[in-house]
């Protein structure tokens, strides 16, 4: 063991010294003398910070701030006491849920915080779980006041829950007296109003109402005295004598108003009872439907005359309405959120559709329900469409709404949901990695558990301890946790031996959570199917002469498709040529500027690329920029939506392994690195030079990206691996029949892409395979999001309308599930091409390409089990009448486990 740790001192100077190089840093220092005695570790500190008191059934959310003077806090343990239940985690925030209670009782929220060194602290929030109040809200509508006629005047109310419920809801009516103009919303606490001219001192009436999260409802009025002091008589007004109706009878009103002056306008409106159509509004004849109702209900009308000096006078009737037998409720025929799926600060539609049988008039009404969310201002609430706004987010959040449709006498609702996602904290500049060079984001962050080489004594005794350094690569090598706690058994020394590569500590260490750590945020309602192009050349590297991204965007538009990632290689990036076959021949000097549009832009092909990908982009297409980086040892790769770009003739693209590779893609991206892009695997087992000369001598380990050599660190960003390409199927040239599963059963993530690899300038063309990406829009973020989210999957050439839904439990491809062990899972599998049904052969497909069940028809489904480790299912789809694959879904994860992952981020 003794020298396992003298290795491992050396790994840290190591790791430092690759790093720094990669930074461009480095030094050396002259000063030598005796280390000094390690100081004595001290335990981690936090505060965790809450409410004190809950209601049952409401939920709340507790802030964890933690700090570690000598290390850091490498793992944190959440738990409640009492009648508490855990809704969401992350390591700085918890949402619990209260359980009912009939009387005030204790509970708590625990944390546990481990630190990189063994130490731990624990912190305890109490609490009190009181009942749920009936006790109705205390309000106040403030200080009766006077004021003249015209005048601006303000009500300032205020309202207080009991207990430890909340106020939810406020909202100003107007009593009595003729109607003051409002000016901004009756929902605040603050009321302002226009008093209206009157013919005599006059009262008006408000009043203040109050609801609080129990429902309990408070109420309070205010008087306002109206002083008449202008010299100018009021309208007369004569609404009409009362009447009598049945429900669905046409209402004739004849009104009529007078004045001193003259009348300017006049209004109907329903002061009390269902709401009524005005046919016109705006005349003193009019009519109107009278609404259902259920029992004998009054119906109050208001005639409103405004002279032409402002002076407004009304005069009301009443219309009594009998119930009309056989009445049936509205039927609510759609109600959902647009998107679906949203994040902090965006705003979102609600959107509901409902009929009457009788053609009834309809009232909507939008509420939010009472699920522990927080309480968003729904404006337009009385609309059919109304719309919210997200606050600022911690932890994913389901908004609950009721969307209800009245015909005056009976209704109908349905209620939605809304999911709501944080997002990611932004990378960290350069001058705060300066400062704080150990936190996430920074290219030093990897060091931050393993700075305390004395620490690696605790991976002996247990390799999953949070006090082990590395506990994160025992975790996923159960060799090297064994040799941790064996070192002395066979091929230990050589295995432990790994932890001195610096490009192995740093290609597995993750700077994010594994994929498998969450699961996306998905919406069937209003996530839609795009298909595009990914896998482009133009003449920036090895494509057509005299052609540029511009070209490959505008024509891929005309053709009807929805997206293009333009991805030529970046072997000469930073070179103004065109290198093609083409320029062996009398075309040579056309190779020596690749744009001879704009012959500038040869010399910036990067930056020129964005721009025309930024120029082509609009509402209903969307460009994006790539590069295809070209080992001629270990494949081609094609990254996306990067800033940054590496060359491999020039880099690491012919070393035995692509650990540099991986450095770079996991190096901060303002640093120059690659953290903010996303891979695809390219062609796999094609352009490789070097294995067709080594491979009688038992072939190249280079071979097919390291062999598919699995790296944590990768894992999150790997997205994808071409399954169809220049008119060609790749997958079933795979070891055991596929290369798309042999890449899955060696770890990664990665779901089915087609690619068009198009170096001629038909672009777009029906008869070169797509992707099709199932996104919430297709901006460009969206696009990312759903790439990342493996929620695409391949056609093959001549079936660019194929098109195809794939479930597992509900959830689509790219999901992962977590269930318990044991469970049969529903998957279902619609197909249809060009609109009309596509019976097709559907292989379902998991782990070592064992096909589990073979469907033909539109629409298959089947039972898929939940075993005792991570598994996936895929979908392999042939063409009867041929036998060949045409479409490749990406896969659905399916791990055991007790409760659902959580919701993923949101990263913008």
């Known amino acids: 063991m003794g020298e396992i740790l003298i290795m491992w001192r050396n790994v840290i100077l190591s790791l430092l010294a690759a790093l720094l190089v990669a930074c461009g840093g480095g030094g050396s220092s002259s000063n030598t003398g005796p280390a000094p005695n390690t100081p004595e570790n001290q335990a981690p500190t936090g505060s965790l910070t809450g409410d004190s008191t809950m209601t049952g059934g409401s939920s709340r959310t507790f802030q964890l701030q933690v700090s570690d003077e000598d290390g850091e806090v490498i793992n944190i343990q959440w738990a409640v006491e009492g009648p508490l239940s855990i809704e969401a985690t992350t390591d700085a925030f918890i949402q619990i849920r209260a359980d009912a209670v009939g009387t005030d009782t204790a509970a708590a929220v625990v944390v546990r915080l481990h630190d990189d060194d063994g130490a731990s602290t624990t912190l305890r929030h109490p609490l009190t779980v009181t009942p749920v109040s009936t006790t109705a809200p205390t309000v106040d509508a403030g200080m009766d006041q006077t004021v003249e006629e015209t005048a601006l005047f303000t009500l300032q109310g205020s309202a207080t829950a009991a207990g430890s419920t909340t106020v939810r809801r406020l909202q100003w009516r107007q009593l009595e007296g003729p109607t003051a103009t409002l000016d901004g919303a009756s929902d605040q606490n603050l009321l302002t109003a226009t008093a209206p001219q009157v013919s005599s001192n006059t009262n008006l009436i408000f009043e203040l109402e109050a609801e609080d999260s129990a429902g309990n409802s408070g109420r309070d009025q205010v008087t306002v005295t109206i002083t008449n002091t202008l010299n100018n008589p009021l309208p007369v007004v004569d609404a009409g004598a009362d009447q009598t109706a049945s429900s669905g009878d046409q209402i004739m009103l004849s009104g009529n108003a007078n004045d001193d002056g003259s009348i300017a306008s006049v209004r109907w409106q329903v002061t009390a009872g269902p709401a009524v159509t005005f046919q016109p509004g705006n005349d003193l004849n009019t009519h109107f439907t009278a609404p259902q109702v259920s029992e004998e209900t009054s119906l109050i009308v208001t005639l409103t005359a405004t002279d032409d000096l402002g002076a407004e006078a009304s005069d009301s009737l009443t219309i009594t309405l009998s119930p009309l037998p056989g009445n049936n409720a509205p039927t609510v025929d759609d109600a959902y959120a647009d998107p679906g799926v949203a994040t902090s600060g965006e705003s979102i539609q609600l959107i509901g559709e409902a009929s009457d049988r009788e053609g009834d008039a309809l009232i909507y009404v939008w509420t939010q329900l009472d699920n522990g969310a927080p309480t968003l201002a729904i404006t337009d609430s009385s609309q059919a469409t109304a719309s919210v706004t997200l606050p600022e987010l911690d932890i994913a959040t389901t908004f609950a709404f009721r969307f209800t449709a009245n015909d005056g006498a009976l209704e109908a609702y349905s209620d939605i949901t809304l999911q709501g996602t944080p997002t990611t904290q932004p990378s960290p500049g350069v001058l705060e990695c300066l400062f704080r060079p150990l936190q996430s984001g920074c290219p030093l962050a990897v060091l931050g558990n393993l700075l305390n080489p004395d620490s690696v004594s605790a991976c002996f005794s247990n390799p999953n301890s949070p006090a082990c350094p590395f506990s994160g690569l025992a975790s996923l090598d159960e060799d090297l946790a064994h040799c941790f706690e064996q070192p002395t058994d066979d091929g230990c020394t050589s295995l432990l031996g790994k932890i001195t590569d610096p490009l192995y500590v740093l290609e597995t260490l993750p700077p994010q959570a594994p994929t498998n750590t969450c699961t996306p945020a998905y919406d069937s309602r209003t996530f839609e199917q795009y298909i595009g192009v990914l896998h482009a050349h133009t003449g920036y590297s090895d494509g057509a002469l005299n052609s540029r991204p511009s070209d490959v965007f505008e024509r891929v538009k005309t053709q009807g498709l929805d997206f293009t990632g333009v991805t030529d290689h970046s072997d000469n990036v930073r070179l103004p040529l065109t290198v093609t ?74 070393a035995v392994s692509m650990g540099l590779f991986w450095q770079w893609f996991s190096y901060p991206a303002q640093f120059g690195g690659g953290d903010d892009a996303l891979l ?30 699995y790296v944590p660190a990768a894992d999150r960003r790997v997205v994808g691996l071409e399954v169809f390409g220049k008119g060609s199927e790749y997958d079933s040239g795979g070891p055991g029949g596929s290369w798309l599963s042999y890449a899955l059963d060696k770890g990664w993530h990665v779901g089915a892409a087609g690619s068009e690899d198009h170096h001629d300038t038909e672009w777009g063309d029906p008869d070169l395979p797509k992707t099709v990406l199932v996104a919430r829009s297709r901006s460009r973020d969206d696009l990312r999001e759903a790439m990342q989210a493996r929620r695409f999957y391949a056609v093959a050439q001549f079936y660019n309308d194929l098109r195809m839904a794939f479930t597992v439990d509900g959830a689509p491809m790219g999901s992962r599930l977590r269930r318990p062990a044991g469970s049969q899972l529903p998957l279902s599998v619609n197909l249809t091409r060009d609109g009309g049904d596509f019976i097709g052969i559907v292989e379902v497909v998991t782990r070592n390409n064992t096909v589990v069940a073979t469907l033909t028809g539109n629409h298959v489904e089947t039972l898929v089990p939940v075993t005792n480790e991570e598994s996936y299912y895929f979908l392999r789809v042939r063409d009867p009448q041929t036998g060949r694959p045409v479409a490749f879904s990406s896969p659905i994860w399916v791990m055991p486990g007790a409760s659902a992952l959580p919701v993923c981020e949101a990263t913008l």
């Open 581 to 654: 076959g083409d320029c062996l021949s009398e075309d040579f000097f056309q190779c020596l500027i690749a744009d001879d549009d704009v012959p500038f832009d040869s010399f910036r092909k990067w930056d020129a690329t964005a721009e025309q990908a930024d120029a082509a982009s609009d509402e209903n297409f969307t460009a994006f920029r790539g590069f295809e980086w070209t080992s001629d040892r270990f494949g081609h790769i094609n990254l996306f939506f990067g800033d940054n770009v590496i060359n491999a003739k020039t880099g690491p693209g012919y």
């Open 680 to 709: 695809v695997f390219n062609h796999p087992g094609r352009e490789d030079a070097i294995e067709g000369i080594v491979e009688p001598l038992g072939g190249d380990p280079a071979y097919t990206f390291n062999d598919f050599r």
